[in-house]
């Protein structure tokens, strides 16, 4: 089964507005990324949080981690029509390199 | 601005036909990973190599697909024979251990 799990699976807002996205994942981890993917290309790395790190902040974007509760959340603040993207988290266990991903949340950012 | 580049970025074959994809990692990156990714499955890892040995190849179907790192500047994804159901766009990505992977373009493989 699936490491990372997104929630929600899509979501739809308006320009300017504040954009959530969740992660739960199961085993304990090493550090947990968030990804981006635009429609037809590669993954672009936006942001990686380590297990004994609460929150980290990058630009708009703010993540936390909440290893008690095995969660993350990643924030865009004051959105863009050119956030608009799938976004991934990633987890990678202590073992190290090999991360596996959630299914996606894709974000739709209206103009 | 160094990146993963991968080639060809999109290939269409018959079944049967072998499939090679290319991948030339970021220089100074000891890991390389191959990822498929599909609307059905999502993004799944199918091996990946540290210091050009295969380190975890459990996500490949090994009686037609093989992974390898010929040298430290490429690496290879093979398929024979390819299947319809192997249709999906290909990724690799590189890195060092525990830190941020960075992802190629992709391949957009179709098998008719």
């Known amino acids: 089964s699936q490491q990372g799990e997104e929630d929600p699976q899509a979501l739809s807002i308006q320009e300017g507005e504040n954009a959530t996205m969740n992660c739960s994942y199961k085993?304990?981890?090493?550090?947990l990324q968030w990804y981006r993917q635009n429609s037809g290309r590669g993954l672009v790395h936006l942001i990686l949080i380590r297990s004994n790190e609460r929150e980290k902040h990058s630009g708009r974007l703010r993540v936390t981690l909440d290893t008690s509760k095995k969660s993350s959340s990643l924030l865009i603040t004051a959105s863009r029509a050119a956030d608009t993207a799938s976004y991934f988290c990633?987890?990678?266990?202590?073992?190290?390199?090999?991360?596996?991903f959630g299914e996606g949340t894709q974000l739709t950012v209206n103009p | 601005d160094a990146r993963v580049t991968q080639t060809p970025r999109d290939k269409v074959t018959e079944m049967g036909q072998e499939v090679t994809m290319r991948c030339q990692p970021i220089?100074?990156?000891?890991?390389v990973f191959w990822y498929r990714q599909t609307m059905m499955q999502g993004l799944e890892l199918l091996a990946y190599f540290r210091n050009r040995a295969p380190l975890d190849d459990s996500g490949m179907p090994k009686d037609r697909f093989s992974a390898e790192m010929p040298d430290a500047t490429l690496a290879t994804l093979k398929i024979q024979p390819s299947e319809p159901r192997d249709s999906a766009v290909y990724f690799c990505?590189?890195?060092?251990?525990?830190?941020?992977?960075?992802f190629g373009p992709g391949t957009r493989l179709t098998v008719l």
């Open positions: 990633a987890t990678d266990g202590y073992s190290g390199s090999r991360l596996t």
């Open positions: 990505a590189s890195g060092n251990r525990g830190d941020t992977q960075y």
């Open positions: 085993t304990s981890i090493n550090n």
């Open positions: 220089l100074g990156h000891n890991t």
